[in-house]
């Protein structure tokens, strides 16, 4: 488990499929992140047994259930991905319209970040963001990641905007 200030992010595990059902779902996770298909808890449970648990056994990381402390409220999803389509991992997240706008995802971010640098030794993070997600862009700027240019992840995906540390020049050149 990993512990910010108000958050606490730790595996998903199948007991968290309602909440992955009502997640991937939103509206915006379909319009920024994608549909992933998603319609039943048995498709949820599968979600999370083919994508974040396979990602735990692999890398040691993935991303995780972001729950608020005071609470135990689940309100998102953080963590670093690694992609075969990638350079090195990148950093995801996705929360239920009632917690954005309240520091959540970056204090989730920097908690994952944290994790992945101290406890994995993972220097370099990128992110990938589709056009237009001025949230998103704005939220990785705080952690120091700007626009660097525009890619595509595979031979049937659309452009997304891949985001980094400055100075750190791009593998995918």
């Not at 031979?155 to 891949?162: A, G, P, R």
Request: charge should be negative.
């Amino acid at each position: 488990m990993i512990l910010s200030e108000r958050l606490a992010l730790r595996e998903l595990t199948a007991v968290d499929a309602p909440f992955i059902l009502e997640l991937l779902n939103d509206g915006d996770f379909h319009r920024y992140i994608g549909d992933r298909g998603v319609r039943t808890l048995s498709d949820a449970e599968d979600y999370i047994q083919q994508g974040p648990a396979v990602s735990y056994a692999q890398h040691g990381h993935g991303l995780y259930l972001v729950s608020r402390r005071e609470d135990g409220a689940k309100i998102g999803i953080c963590g670093l991905i690694k992609r075969d389509t990638l350079p090195c991992e990148d950093i995801g997240y996705a929360f239920l319209p009632d917690y954005r706008g309240q520091g959540y995802g970056v204090e989730a971010a920097q908690a994952a970040l944290k994790d992945g640098r101290e406890r994995l030794g993972i220097e370099r993070v990128i992110a990938i963001v589709t056009p237009g997600n001025e949230r998103s862009v704005a939220l990785l700027a705080k952690l120091g990641l700007s626009q660097g240019k525009l890619v595509k992840l595979g031979d049937s995906e659309e452009e997304c905007l891949l985001l980094e540390a400055p100075g750190k020049e791009s593998a995918l050149v």
